[in-house]
């Protein structure tokens, strides 16, 4: 895990705060205080009439994840939106990130998935898949495939390799420090502190593995002046599931 760059809110981020906020505390967003004090660091939101201040930050589960991830989603942009209003059951599709190579034709690489999503796809039998070769790519993709009652819908994932995964407490412990200082100074007055932490690679990062390791890094559980810890699942952006540590 490695920490993120620090960036003006997302869109994403937005989406993945109001959804936490809705859901999980069942307030919505007062403001985006981050957007409006551009003097100082500020906390993402404030929810639910100032009761709750939230500050959303990421973990990698492998070295430049989302740089890696978002040149690798240039294949398959598009294409979940596009094709699951038509699929009859649930195909996840993982193409390592080590795959997309410069100097290959993205754009007939696209092509090639969308056909064989639309064609060869409901041929295979329920279950996962190893080694799929899709004609046209160059590389071999895992699929898993799932009837009812999963949700029709088609996902990608874009996995590293377990050989990067190499968790740095140092680093992990600086980035939540940083964010828990963000939040701090909201802490009196009532107000509850919240870090939801998102992750995209559930192969790599899941909601135990994450608690144990915040566990061990801080004394009580979470860094000082946080009142909670949250894992926010975002492997599939349309089904966002969030998950209390601490």
Same mark, same amino acid.
């Given at each position: ?27 919505? @967003? ?12 500020? @906390?993402?939101? $404030? ?6 201040? @939230? ?23 598009? $294409? ?59 590389? $071999? ?98 089904? $966002? ?6």
């Amino acid at each position: 895990m490695y920490p993120e760059t620090a960036v003006a809110i997302s869109q994403h981020e937005k989406t993945v705060i109001k959804t936490f906020a809705e859901t999980e505390l069942g307030v919505g @967003i007062d403001c985006w205080p981050d957007e409006v004090n551009r003097k100082t660091k500020d @906390i993402d939101a $404030l929810a639910g009439g100032g009761r709750f201040a @939230i500050e959303l930050t990421s973990l990698d589960s492998f070295p430049n994840q989302r740089k890696r991830t978002a040149q690798s989603r240039r294949v398959t942009e598009g $294409l979940e939106a596009e094709l699951s209003p038509a699929m009859q059951f649930r195909l996840v599709i993982s193409i390592h990130v080590s795959a997309i190579q410069v100097g290959q034709n993205w754009s007939e690489a696209r092509e090639s998935v969308k056909a064989w999503v639309r064609t060869e796809s409901a041929l295979l039998p329920d279950g996962r898949h190893s080694e799929i070769q899709i004609p046209g790519l160059p590389f $071999l993709v895992k699929v898993d495939k799932r009837g009812s009652p999963w949700k029709p819908q088609l996902v990608f994932w874009w996995p590293g390799s377990d050989l990067e995964f190499q968790p740095d407490d140092d680093q992990v412990r600086a980035l939540l420090d940083g964010k828990a200082s963000k939040v701090r100074r909201y802490s009196d007055g009532g107000k509850t502190t919240i870090l939801p932490v998102e992750s995209e690679d559930l192969q790599l990062m899941n909601p135990g593995f994450f608690c144990e390791l915040v566990s061990r890094l801080f004394k009580g559980g979470r860094p000082s002046g946080v009142d909670q810890i949250w894992f926010a699942d975002c492997s599939i952006p349309a089904e $966002l599931l969030f998950h209390r540590c601490l």
